[in-house]
């Protein structure tokens, strides 16, 4: 783990940050497995920032940030649902996800969920198979008009994590 990153909830004046930082990761670290027609459905180049505010009230969001810039974000429902796991290209590799995915599962045990749930991107889901989860179904989903592969994936926790 990187020492020098801290974890935070998110607020309100994060928003802008949250959908550059998404964007930047789609763009950059899903490269390898989306063409660029893909990756401007899945982020497009003027985001819908209403949009996403709404997405963010209904999820927890908590911010990993290293001598105060953003460097990466997770969210995710009271229910055990992972909706968001992004970290920025500059981060890429250094413990990042794995430190927001443990404070997420942290907080998810004390509220009494025992499985989690996600849909994984091609990107994510070497990531996610690192910490236990398996592919429930693997699923093209449409945005707008174009299409994109990713994976339901799910992992019962333990309360010995
Ligand atoms: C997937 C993602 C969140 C991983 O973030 P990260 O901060 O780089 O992950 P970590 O450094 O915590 O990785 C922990 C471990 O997960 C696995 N892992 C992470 N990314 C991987 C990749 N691209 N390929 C293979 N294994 C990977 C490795 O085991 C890694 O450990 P290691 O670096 O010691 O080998 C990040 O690459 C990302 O934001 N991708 C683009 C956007 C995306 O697809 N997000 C998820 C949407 S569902």
Same mark, same amino acid.
């Given at each position: 783990?990187?020492?020098?990153?801290?974890l935070?909830p998110a607020?309100?004046?994060?928003?802008?940050?949250i #959908?550059?930082l998404f964007?930047?990761? #789609?763009?950059?670290?899903?490269?390898?497995?989306?063409?660029?027609?893909?990756?401007?459905?899945?982020?497009?180049? #003027?985001?819908?920032?209403?949009?996403?505010?709404?997405?963010?009230?209904?999820v927890e969001t908590l911010i990993a940030?290293?001598?105060?810039?953003?460097a990466g974000f997770i969210s995710f429902t009271?229910?055990?649902h992972i909706e968001f796991l992004f970290t920025?290209?500059?981060?890429?590799?250094?413990?990042v996800a794995s430190l927001l995915y443990e404070a997420a599962v942290e907080r998810l045990?004390?509220?009494?969920?025992?499985?989690l749930?996600t849909?994984?991107?091609?990107?994510a889901?070497?990531f996610?198979?690192?910490?236990?989860?398996?592919? #429930?179904?693997?699923?093209?989903?449409?945005?707008?008009?174009?299409?994109?592969?990713?994976?339901?994936?799910?992992?019962?926790?333990?309360?010995?994590?």
């Amino acid at each position: 783990m990187n020492r020098t990153l801290s974890l935070r909830p998110a607020t309100e004046t994060d928003l802008p940050s949250i #959908v550059s930082l998404f964007t930047d990761s #789609v763009h950059q670290l899903a490269a390898r497995s989306y063409t660029p027609e893909q990756r401007a459905a899945w982020a497009p180049e #003027v985001p819908d920032e209403e949009q996403w505010r709404s997405r963010l009230t209904r999820v927890e969001t908590l911010i990993a940030e290293s001598d105060g810039t953003m460097a990466g974000f997770i969210s995710f429902t009271a229910g055990g649902h992972i909706e968001f796991l992004f970290t920025a290209p500059a981060f890429s590799r250094r413990g990042v996800a794995s430190l927001l995915y443990e404070a997420a599962v942290e907080r998810l045990l004390a509220k009494g969920v025992r499985t989690l749930t996600t849909d994984a991107s091609l990107e994510a889901r070497p990531f996610f198979e690192s910490r236990g989860f398996s592919v #429930v179904e693997a699923q093209t989903v449409e945005r707008d008009g174009v299409q994109l592969q990713r994976f339901a994936m799910a992992r019962c926790l333990s309360q010995s994590e």
